[in-house]
């Protein structure tokens, strides 16, 4: 919704500035075009819970999740969307958050790695298996590897180890676990799809 405002009044033509700024205040919000400290509401669902909240509109999701709903575990890594360490899931599909503007997912669900394990105290199939197989070892990228894990599993990409390489090749392991995580996923693959 204010998503797509942005994005349409990025598409006005030059000379029609001035309409859109008139739309802006009389729905009651500021126009950030014009008002570096204009603040957005923006209306999440994260991990189930709806959550308001007034940002600037230059917010990043990141940042949103981390310093706005002390949601950490999507870490900040390169900050560029080259590392994959701040996979998160928006409406079911992996996005890299740093790279994803809060007001972009204003009114669709946002899912982290806080937000993935069932209740009752169990681990998601694929946090388990990243246990078992050993498929970490400093633990900083683990967040992002395992939200693209389980997208990866849910898209299909999950056939082969070539397959799984593939569509793992966007989130990187600095201390190079990449076997563990390989097989990690391979064995959580067919529990996914079980339950």
Do not use: W
Not at 38 to 53: D, F, I, P, S
Not at 92 to 120: F, N
Not at 164 to 184: D, F, K, T, V
């Amino acid at each position: 919704m204010i998503g797509a405002a942005l994005a349409s009044s990025s598409l006005v033509q030059p000379g029609t500035a001035a309409p859109a700024r008139a739309q802006g205040a009389a729905a009651g919000r500021a126009n950030p075009g014009t008002n570096p400290g204009a603040k957005l509401t923006v209306n999440l669902t994260v991990n189930g819970e709806a959550r308001q909240l007034s940002l600037d509109p230059r917010a990043s999701l990141l940042d949103t999740l981390r310093e706005g709903l002390a949601l950490t575990g999507a870490k900040k890594g390169c900050d560029h969307g080259q590392c994959g360490a701040c996979t998160v899931h928006l409406e079911g599909r992996r996005v890299a958050s740093c790279l994803t503007l809060a007001v972009q997912a204003d009114g669709r669900a946002v899912t982290t790695i806080e937000g993935i394990a069932p209740e009752g105290g169990e681990l998601h199939p694929m946090q388990q298996a990243f246990i078992d197989h050993d498929a970490l070892q400093c633990g900083y990228c683990t967040p992002g590897q395992i939200m693209a894990a389980i997208a990866l599993v849910r898209e299909g990409h999950a056939g082969s180890p070539q397959e799984i390489r593939e569509y793992m090749s966007g989130n990187l392991c600095r201390c190079g676990a990449y076997a563990g995580i390989l097989a990690a996923i391979q064995d959580a693959a067919p529990k996914m799809r079980r339950a």
